[in-house]
């Protein structure tokens, strides 16, 4: 079940596995000539349910777009090149923000900005998922 699908998402629970498999399905069937676009939809379905903290995907208080790029919904806007915060949670209160901050390692996390703060969650999150990866080559 979880060898098809990202490694983030393989170290996530069932409920990520099952969101992801089941919107990339469907979206396989919407747009069976891009395979690309059917993943982007898959990832888009479960940040709305998910938030990635550190290597995996964990389930969010309450559903709904992890950024403004998620919550756009102008197709036009589907193929920005804009940033995203990459599976942060960049809407949650600053509160759980640090809480995050502080279960990947960013130091000093009470003192940083929200936005501050999504950028050193996505980056603990990108060193966090490289090393799992790497293990996950050793094994």
């Known amino acids: 079940m979880r060898e098809d699908v990202p490694s983030t998402i393989a170290r996530s629970d069932d409920k990520a596995v099952r969101t992801y ?5 469907s979206a396989e069937q919407s747009y069976p000539d891009d395979p690309e676009r059917a993943h982007r939809a898959a990832f888009s379905s479960l940040k709305h349910t998910h938030e990635k903290v550190g290597d995996h995907w964990e389930p969010k208080d309450e ?16 193929r920005s090149t804009a940033d995203t915060a990459e599976g942060v949670n960049a ?3 600053k509160a759980h923000l640090v809480e995050v901050a502080e279960r990947v ?4 996390a ?24 790497e293990r996950d080559k050793q094994d």
Do not use: C, F, M, W
């Not at 498999?21 to 399905?25: A, D, P, R, S, Y």
């Open 91 to 93: 809407r949650a209160s």
């Open 21 to 25: 498999k089941k919107t990339l399905e």
């Open 110 to 133: 009470a003192k940083h900005t929200k936005a501050e703060l999504v950028e050193e969650i996505r980056k603990a999150n990108a060193r966090e998922t490289a090393k799992s990866r």
């Open 105 to 108: 390692g960013v130091e000093s």
């Open 63 to 78: 559903y709904g777009p992890s950024d403004d790029q998620a919550a756009t919904e102008a197709p036009q806007n589907r």
